[in-house]
């Protein structure tokens, strides 16, 4: 079974600048969450869909938003880019039917703000 | 509020020996646990997790323990490889119908030949 694919893996744009990347999940999979890495904060969650409902949300402002189709596939788009904005960002696919299903991650998109 | 933290930031060991990645967090109510291990250049790979009503859970190589009195949790490696380098993340599920995850800062585990 194919794991989960992120596109584009690297992203270079410029700030104020806004930005679409892409996440198909594992098929089968209905839930698709989103997370920031940085080297100062870690791993951040951003938020979470299933069946195309976001069902739970992280502390990020309103410049971060999210949608995902009805193939499950999910997409997220940061506007306005600041240079903080500038991280690995992560998607991860589960069944999330019941708790505890386990979350598994794409190889990221590297997006850098200049 | 919610955490999950990391004692150690960086540990280094032999090959052949045994790791202990160390993990306390803070939500009582989180009823699961995963550590994740990620190498340079590719996303989270799960590696076991392990529901609050266990305090034991063993896998290939891996032994991970909950200690909810002190709200502990660890990684055990048994005979550490080279291919075991990476940066291992404890997260914690809040249960229910919270699917989100509160990673820790996590520990680089670098294993020497």
């Known amino acids: 079974k194919a794991g989960v694919t992120q596109t584009p893996r690297y992203l270079i744009k410029t700030r104020g600048q806004q930005v679409t990347l892409s996440c198909s999940p594992i098929?089968?999979?209905?839930?698709v969450s989103w997370y920031q890495q940085t080297p100062g904060q870690g791993l951040q969650f951003l938020f979470e869909?299933?069946?195309?409902?976001?069902?739970n949300k992280g502390n990020f402002p309103g410049r971060f938003s999210g949608r995902q189709f009805s193939n499950s596939r999910s997409e997220m788009n940061v506007s306005t880019l600041e240079l903080g904005d500038s991280a690995l960002y992560l998607c991860a696919s589960s069944l999330a039917t019941n708790p505890g299903d386990t979350q598994y991650f794409g190889p990221g998109t590297r997006l850098t703000v200049l | 509020g919610e955490s999950v933290g990391l004692h150690l930031p960086t540990l280094s060991v032999q090959e052949g020996d045994n790791s202990i990645i160390n993990c306390a967090y803070s939500n009582s109510a989180s009823d699961y646990f995963i550590w994740y291990k990620q190498e340079s250049g590719k996303g989270p790979q799960f590696i076991i997790d392990?529901?609050?009503?266990?305090d034991k859970r063993q896998g290939q190589r891996v032994t991970v323990l909950l200690n909810k009195t002190v709200k502990h949790l660890s990684l055990q490696i048994a005979a550490t490889q080279p291919g075991d380098s990476a940066v291992y993340f404890c997260?914690?599920?809040?249960?229910?119908?919270?699917?989100?995850?509160?990673f820790g800062k996590g520990t680089l585990l670098t294993v020497n030949p």
């Open positions: 392990i529901r609050s009503n266990m």
């Open positions: 098929s089968g999979h209905r839930s």
């Open positions: 997260a914690e599920e809040g249960g229910g119908s919270n699917y989100k995850l509160t």
């Open positions: 869909y299933f069946s195309e409902t976001q069902r």
